[in-house]
Nanobody
């Protein structure tokens, strides 16, 4: 069982930055590829960014490329999402999720494939 706890959300003005963190309570964090997803009010949950178990491979949805950066620290069992140049349309609850993929280059991008989910952290971007 993997427990994921997100933090770092809040209210920020357009153009500002936030860094989200997701702490995992599992001994073998490096066996999991990780992803960030978000769900805006009235919309379906969508993929934002993903990272392989080693951190060597990442992937982003087009709308955040060049603004968001996903990273991980396996020694701290934590994955991060640095969000810069935030826009009002980035407002959403952000979730991290884990996908069991040890020693592969897999970067998760789909909701259905994830094994574990956090409860989310709210990001609100004001105009």
């Amino acid at each position: 069982q993997v427990q994921l706890v997100e933090s770092g959300g809040g209210l920020v003005q357009a153009g500002g930055s936030l860094r989200l963190s997701c702490a995992a309570s599992v001994r073998t964090f490096s066996s999991y590829a990780m992803g960030w997803f978000r769900q805006a009010p009235g919309k379906e949950r969508e993929f934002v960014a993903g990272i392989s178990w080693s951190g060597a491979n990442t992937y982003y949805t087009d709308s955040v490329k060049g603004r968001f950066t996903i990273s991980r620290d396996n020694a701290k069992n934590t994955v991060y999402l640095q969000m810069n140049s935030l826009k009002p349309e980035d407002t959403a609850v952000y979730y991290c999720a884990a996908y069991y993929a040890p020693h592969t280059i897999v970067v998760p991008t789909t909701i259905a494939g994830m094994n574990y989910w956090g409860k989310g952290t709210l990001v609100t971007v004001s105009s």
